[in-house]
């Protein structure tokens, strides 16, 4: 074999189609039927475990990008959801079963891939290696991991704050400051709340619908890491003493110092997205809009990740890995899917395909590569490999991630399509400098065409 794949999902299946689409020999090891997880129920590949959604279509999304660009590289997984679609509005949706099956018997008839059913329990010697062992990570190939990346570098579970992007933002009823006035100016943007304003915001989250806990999860929580609402449950005074605290804080606009505030950290340097400091949380989505919309300087906010605590095994990224996801203390060993820190299905397969790629690339002694930061795929990689360790939390697709554009349409919908063009348009180029094709005869490529064809 050329290159070996140790784990089955989206990001394994993805990798072992992308090296083998470049004529090596694939071996994928995948523990189940053998072995299994509380949260999987069939013996195929790529089982979706969650929800059959894999979000939306259009181009005026980040996910729907993320998709086009997935399309021009070849995705098998993309290929296969349109086969086994079903009726999702504008959004892709699968029959989970069929797809699951259908993934499993496009790569047993592959010519190039040997499938093995066993657990695999020590990191192999055998390189290009890819580690793609998911979110749900066999506790004895953890323990291998955690000898090669040392104990403070593997993490078992998400504690994540909902994610704003930046020019959503009303900075009319914010302003600029740390705590005492140490550290920077701009480190944090402070949203401060009257008290009226605090007690409509806590008498919101108490009530608010929250997701359910999963079979495979443990409902206790770590001090560090509680859920907002599970800390205003203990009284309405809680969150002043704790996330929302206004000590240390004065508003310039009142000379005061604010009942309650929610401070937000820069999450990139272009401050084109916030994190909601200290506010994971296991509301439902449409909860967290509904519900965080009510701090004033927020009230428009568009949400580029949402929050949520649950279980999952993911590295520090930003300290282990380079940007074409190769471990920085051995360049043929690459880790793809959720155990990067990427955060969603297509996330997680997308990741997949970089890594087939490069896996591919040093079985012919070539350099990797990256796609550029205009592209959603090589923007996503590039964050995950460059935040802030000390606070890295994994990270989905959104429009925040991409380098700004030079003259931004004004209209919300025309200006992510404007992303979206110069993505594809420098995928494309990238793809030909690297002696890749681009793939139009995906389905999912679609309205990619006529941009491809502009060039």
């Not at 070849?74 to 949706?93: F, K, N």
Request: glycine content about 8%.
């Amino acid at each position: 074999m050329d290159v070996l794949i140790v784990g089955g999902g989206l990001a394994g299946c993805e990798a072992a189609w992308q090296a083998a689409r470049q004529g090596c020999r694939v071996t994928l090891v995948e523990m189940r039927p053998s072995a299994t997880t509380p949260a999987h129920k069939t013996p195929y590949l790529a089982e979706l475990v969650c929800s059959n959604s894999l979000k939306a279509l259009s181009l005026d999304s980040a996910s729907g990008l993320l998709k086009g660009e997935m399309g021009l590289l070849g995705s098998l997984l993309l290929e296969v959801a349109w086969e086994c679609r079903v009726p999702a509005g504008g959004a892709l949706a699968v029959d989970r079963e069929l797809f699951a099956r259908r993934v499993t018997e496009r790569l047993e008839a592959h010519s190039l891939i040997r499938l093995e059913r066993e657990e695999v329990r020590e990191i192999p010697s055998h390189r290009p290696l890819v580690v793609a062992t998911g979110p749900l990570t066999a506790p004895a190939f953890s323990q291998s991991l955690s000898r090669l990346l040392g104990e403070g570098y593997l993490y078992f579970y998400d504690a994540i704050s909902p994610i704003v992007l930046g020019d959503s933002i009303d900075y009319e009823k914010a302003f600029f400051a740390s705590r005492y006035g140490k550290g920077g100016d701009e480190d944090y943007l402070n949203c401060p709340l009257t008290e009226e304003e605090y007690d409509k915001f806590y008498e919101a989250l108490v009530v608010a619908e929250k997701v359910p806990l999963r079979e495979f999860e443990d409902p206790r929580f770590f001090s560090g890491c509680m859920p907002v609402e599970e800390l205003a449950y203990q009284g309405r005074e809680t969150l002043l003493y704790g996330p929302m605290k206004p000590v240390g804080l004065r508003d310039p606009g009142t000379g005061k110092r604010p009942f309650a505030v929610v401070q937000l950290r820069r999450e990139n340097r272009e401050g084109t997205l916030w994190n909601l400091v200290g506010f994971q949380t296991r509301l439902k989505w449409p909860e967290q809009r509904r519900v965080f919309r009510l701090i004033p300087a927020l009230e428009e906010a568009e949400f580029a990740r949402f929050g949520s605590i649950h279980r999952n095994t993911y590295i520090n990224s930003p300290r282990l890995l380079e940007p074409s996801l190769a471990f920085k203390g051995d360049m043929e060993l690459f880790f793809a899917g959720q155990i990067t820190g990427v955060e969603g299905y297509m996330e997680s397969a997308a990741s997949g395909i970089l890594v087939g790629i490069n896996a591919a690339r040093v079985v012919r002694g070539e350099e990797p590569v990256v796609p550029p930061a205009t592209t959603m795929l090589g923007a996503l990689v590039r964050y995950i490999t460059s935040a802030d360790p000390e606070d890295f939390q994994p990270m989905n697709a959104n429009f925040g991630l991409l380098p700004s554009l030079t003259s931004p349409p004004k209209r919300k919908k025309e200006r992510k399509m404007a992303y979206s063009e110069r993505a594809v348009k420098d995928l494309v180029s990238w793809m030909e400098e690297v002696g890749l094709v681009p793939c139009l005869r995906s389905r999912v490529v679609g309205e990619l065409e006529s941009l491809v064809g502009e060039r």
